[in-house]
């Protein structure tokens, strides 16, 4: 990576100055009939995608982003299980990127138009027209209406932009933000809740001393791609260092990590014990006790933290060595009406002899002719190769995702929620040299925090990675892919195709 110029050094900045931005609620714009049953009026709301000047810090500049209704992180939508509803996307960023595209990459070439988005509800179970396919982007002046019929469990999902080629710039200038399903049974848990329940869109930006956004590049002009990005300052929710204050009792936090590569490792305070209460796709079935929460790129978490023995004090939530946010507690003592029960919900383990089929799956790194210019894919196979993956809907198969890289990938399905087997060891260069899998380690069943329904999983280096995915939903062409920004769009990502039967 070449150094950037002029980085913004973040220890001269004053931390704990700024309040937590919280999303505004997005706004609707009337009623549609419901494209699935027209019987029935669902929300309707239109949303711009355009570049916006925002301050991340009170001592910097207005940073050049790229948002959604005027903010980025985008504004929060919250529906209900089973509560359909319409977004028309409307383009209206500039004709020019403002970040560094790579023509190289396949979807990328320099005669597509610069600017072009598209978006995806990540998590969403979504009938395929609307599921933002990566090659069904719009230019500048265009819309794109999706529906979201959202027939799905409690969760927290976030929509992003998807572009083939330009998703790791668009993400990364700021197109993301939170989306919000609820439910009966949830409801019911009585969890904290209104001004109780924060969400926690956190990412790693390069910052210039001017307070830009810097993307950095490889050095090589005619291909600036880089195989990750690990940035300067932490943002959340597009604010860096900035402060919360709480009351001394229980809060909830729907955390989601929106960085393009880098990997969080969560700590509050001096290690205080959080109990997490969730994942990706929504509760697991007991709270979990822990000191540390690990949360690769896409992936999120519901955090349910008890300030009540912290009265006066002032508590950092921390990845590694950077400090995200501080609580300031306040002193007087509250009343907490709000629970956290033993039992969250039923989390039905998959039986393995559900499964009709199991498809062996490899992550793949390859070095291109051209000097040091790595590339990843999936099962060896190009994005433009014709699909492979065809599982019938509503049955259920196991995808075996045998890791040969060097590095952990969080692999994302699109449309279905699934649940981690297990991980094990296996012998890379025996699986190179003879395509046989020779494990070198028992099975590695998920820890209780990735027991329940997961639509991200970490595969890491030399493991194979099970998972179990019922197809359930709607048949038509998605795609999967690792959510390594950087990797995805670089051909880490297929198409695959859900037959109807
Ligand atoms: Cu966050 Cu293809 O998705
Ligand atoms: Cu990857």
Known sequence: ?????????????????????????????????????????????????????????????????????????????????????????????????????????????????????????????????????????????????????????????????????????????????????????????????????????????????????????????KKPWVPEVYSNVMLVNGALAPYLDVEPRKYRFRVMNGSNSRFFRLSLGELLEMQIIGGDQGLLQAPVKTKRVLLTPAERTDIVFDFSQYAGQKIVLRSDSFDILQFRVAKTPVTDESALPAMLRRVERIPEANAIQTRRLTLDETMNDVQESMGMLLNKTPWHAPVTEKPALSTTEIWELVNLTEDTHPIHLHMVRFQLLDRRRFDVFDFQDTGELRYTGRPIPPAAEEAGWKDTIRCEKGYVTRIIVPFE??????????????HEDNEMMRPYEVLPT
């Open 1 to 221: 990576m070449a150094p950037a110029a002029k980085a913004l050094d973040p220890a001269r900045l004053s931390p704990w100055v700024d309040p937590l931005p919280l999303p505004s609620l997005v706004k609707g714009t009337g009623m549609r009939p419901d494209p699935q049953d027209a019987t029935r009026q669902i929300p309707f709301y239109r949303i711009e995608i355009e570049e916006i000047y925002q301050k991340v810090h009170r001592d910097l500049p207005p940073t050049r982003m790229w948002g959604f209704n005027g903010t980025s992180p985008g504004p929060i939508f919250e529906t209900r299980s089973g509560q359909g509803l319409m977004v028309e996307w409307a383009n209206r960023l500039p004709a020019k990127h403002f970040l560094p595209i790579d023509h190289t990459l396949c979807g990328a070439e320099p005669e597509k138009p610069e600017v072009r988005c598209v978006v995806h509800l990540h998590g969403g179970r979504t009938p395929a027209a609307s599921d933002g396919y990566p090659e069904d982007w719009v230019v500048p002046g265009k819309s794109f209406t999706c529906h979201y019929p959202n027939r799905q469990d409690a969760a927290l999902l976030f929509y992003h932009d998807h572009t083939m080629g330009i998703n790791r710039l668009n993400i990364y200038a700021g197109l993301q933000g939170l989306f919000v399903i609820r439910d009966d049974a949830e409801d019911a848990l009585n969890l904290p809740k209104e001004r109780y329940e924060i969400p926690l869109m956190l990412c790693d930006r390069f910052l210039r001393a001017d307070g830009q956004l810097e993307y950095p590049v490889s050095g090589d002009e």
């Open 473 to 486: 939903g709607y048949a038509g062409r998605y795609v999967w892919h690792c959510h390594l920004l950087e």
